[in-house]
């Protein structure tokens, strides 16, 4: 096995570097020490013809952050958006990284893949745009690094994973919480015994908002708004259905069940470790205004495992990821583990137990290990190269997409469903209902024509 970087430092720099994180993580100096032996070493530097040539289509917040960290390890070649105004204003934002080099700009991600010479591409598009944009580089052999949730139905989802497979493309999903030791090693506990035989996981997600009703404004000037709705249904431009705000409506999105539960909701996923529930129910506590928003902004779900695991989705009003962990209230945005003998709390902010002693102690040699990343993006780069699965390959982004687009459709019925996750369909009672959620009808011209 090649020798992580960590390797290429002084032990005792190496251990002070290791300290420091688990002061700063909450995550036990053992584990750090473990999983940096089986790390993958993302290498920052590459020679100039090492180096992928990569484009990046939706120049929005997400799409121009994850461009931006990716420049440790590709060069940018191309910008896409159907928003000149952005497309033009992260061009020039990005170029000083860029080794000063102006990316070329586009408005049809095809154009842009069909001309330049490009490895891989960042598709940091709306969710409704994420499948065509991502089948389109993989018949086209690229490889592609996609923001979460992976698809905007199920449907899309299981056609994608065969498109990337057929042409063997290195996909990663940007569900970062899996290259980060903390969320990893509550994982790894759950599913080693240590809290006992897993009993439930509850997933607190933030409350989405609850707004409207909102007028239709002209369309501005540079925005290709036709382009921009894609798939869905054409309305009148309104300014809260577009940028950034697409996530609270069904057309482009499924709130925070599909936008923060693509990465809570995959975290508790992940400590399970089957392929997906086997039932699931819920219901909307609060109601979308007329002419607003349309989806829920406030739920409790609830999902069956066939393990017996009660997997429950509920919102919060705490919204920031980033402060520390838990009251024993419950009001915090993160996934609690409850098993026969205690509980694990974690979130972006810190880990917490109902005894913190059950982090000092090592877990057994020949417990179960989880894939190591500790670096999203540099994963990706490092299996564009070697052509091995990274952390979150099709599937798996695939698949955890589907425990939030099932939470949404039972929202959406009110009823409670019972899902095959071999012939992912669902089955008996209230089947037929549910199962016209799970494709969408797609506009034209923007439909899978569009990109084959
Ligand atoms: N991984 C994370 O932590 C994380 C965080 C935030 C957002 N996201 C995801 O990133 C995606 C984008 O979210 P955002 O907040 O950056 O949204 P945004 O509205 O800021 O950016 C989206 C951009 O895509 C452009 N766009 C739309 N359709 C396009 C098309 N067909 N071709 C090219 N460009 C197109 C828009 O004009 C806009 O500039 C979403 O899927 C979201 O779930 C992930």
């Not at 952050?65 to 497309?87: E, K, M, P, Q, Y």
């Amino acid at each position: 096995m090649k020798k992580p970087e960590y390797f290429n430092i002084s032990r005792r720099s190496f251990m002070r570097r290791l300290s420091a994180i688990a002061a700063s993580t909450g995550v036990p100096l053992w584990y750090l020490e473990r999983q940096a032996a089986y790390a993958q070493g993302a290498k920052e530097v590459r020679s100039a013809n090492e180096r992928p040539r990569m484009a990046l289509v939706g120049a929005g917040g997400m799409g121009t952050g994850d461009a931006r960290n990716s420049l440790r390890f590709a060069d940018l070649v191309a910008i896409c958006d159907v928003d000149d105004t952005h497309c033009e204003k992260r061009a020039v934002q990005l170029t000083a990284k860029n080794k000063g080099m102006k990316p070329k700009t586009y408005s049809d991600f095809r154009k842009m893949i069909d001309k330049e010479k490009i490895d891989v591409i960042i598709n940091g598009t709306p969710d409704h745009w994420h499948t065509l944009v991502n089948m389109y580089a993989a018949k086209s052999g690229k490889d592609i690094y996609s923001e979460k949730p992976l698809t905007l139905t199920i449907d899309e989802g299981k056609r994608l994973v065969k498109v990337v497979r057929d042409h063997k493309r290195v996909l990663q999903t940007g569900t970062q919480q899996r290259s980060s030791a903390r969320f990893r090693m509550a994982c790894e506990m759950v599913r080693g015994g240590r809290i006992g035989k897993l009993k439930e996981v509850v997933v607190w997600l933030p409350a989405g908002l609850c707004d409207g009703p909102f007028k239709s404004q002209p369309i501005p000037d540079g925005l290709n708004w036709d382009f921009w709705q894609g798939q869905a249904k054409a309305y009148d431009y309104v300014p809260e259905r577009c940028h950034v705000k697409f996530r609270n409506w069904w057309d482009y999105s499924g709130g925070t069940m599909t936008d923060w539960g693509a990465h809570h909701m995959d975290i508790g996923y992940w400590a399970v470790g089957l392929k997906a529930p086997t039932k699931v129910e819920g219901k909307p506590t609060a109601k979308p205004v007329p002419g607003g928003y349309t989806t829920f902004s406030e739920y409790d779900c609830r999902f069956e495992f066939s393990n017996g695991v009660i997997y429950r989705v509920l919102t919060t009003a705490d919204d920031n990821p980033f402060g520390g962990v838990v009251n024993e209230d419950g009001q915090r945005n993160g996934i609690k583990f409850i098993g026969e003998d205690g509980w694990i709390w974690v979130n972006r902010g810190g880990i917490d137990a109902h005894d913190k002693g059950i982090f000092r102690e090592p877990l057994p040699e020949d417990a179960e290990r989880l894939y190591v990343s500790n670096d999203h993006r540099g994963n990706f780069f490092e299996c564009v190269a070697s052509r091995k699965d990274p952390i979150c390959p099709v599937e798996v982004g695939h698949r955890s997409a589907t425990v939030c687009h099932l939470g949404a459709i039972a929202l959406r019925t009110g009823k409670k469903l019972t899902w095959d996750s071999d012939k992912e369909f669902f089955v008996g009672e209230h089947a037929q209902e549910a199962n016209s959620y799970v494709a969408r009808e797609m506009r034209a011209p923007y439909d899978y024509s569009f990109v084959s």
